[in-house]
């Protein structure tokens, strides 16, 4: 599954990315936020998380974000989701790979392992 992610977003890359000036710099807050997300079991995005992390919905985003339309009482609102739940775990380790220094890595697995909660199993 791993090699058809990597696929998944080779493609997004490459034929999506033409329109971002900085490929590397978007796709790593894209996969921050994504970090968060499972840290905290969260797998809806609002407009405020989206702003947080200084992304704007795009054709690129788009290849990774799905736009779901939600209710509450009378108002409604744009929300963010990836496709699979599988899929912001895979970008958020890819992102923390390509920042997390590599004399630290071990470090980092190590605290996500001792989670008891199955964050980051």
């Known amino acids: 599954i791993t090699q058809l992610y990597c696929y998944f977003i080779y493609n997004i ?5 033409r ?15 994504a970090f968060t997300g499972v840290a905290e ?3 809806v995005f609002t407009d405020e998380d989206l702003i947080k992390y ?3 919905l795009s054709q690129f985003l ?5 736009e ?13 989701t990836f496709p699979h739940l599988t899929i912001q775990e895979f970008v958020a380790a890819l992102a923390k790979v390509l920042t997390v220094d590599p004399r630290n890595i071990v470090k980092f697995l190590s605290e996500a392992h ?8």
């Open 13 to 17: 890359l490459r034929n999506h990315g």
């Open 19 to 33: 329109e971002i000036e900085s490929l590397r710099e978007v796709f790593l807050r894209l996969g921050q936020m």
């Open 41 to 43: 079991k969260n797998i």
């Open 54 to 56: 200084n992304l704007q």
């Open 62 to 66: 788009s290849g990774f974000l799905m």
């Open 68 to 80: 779901l339309l939600e209710r509450e009482d009378s108002a409604q609102s744009v929300v963010c």
């Open 114 to 121: 001792s989670t008891t909660d199955g964050r980051f199993e």
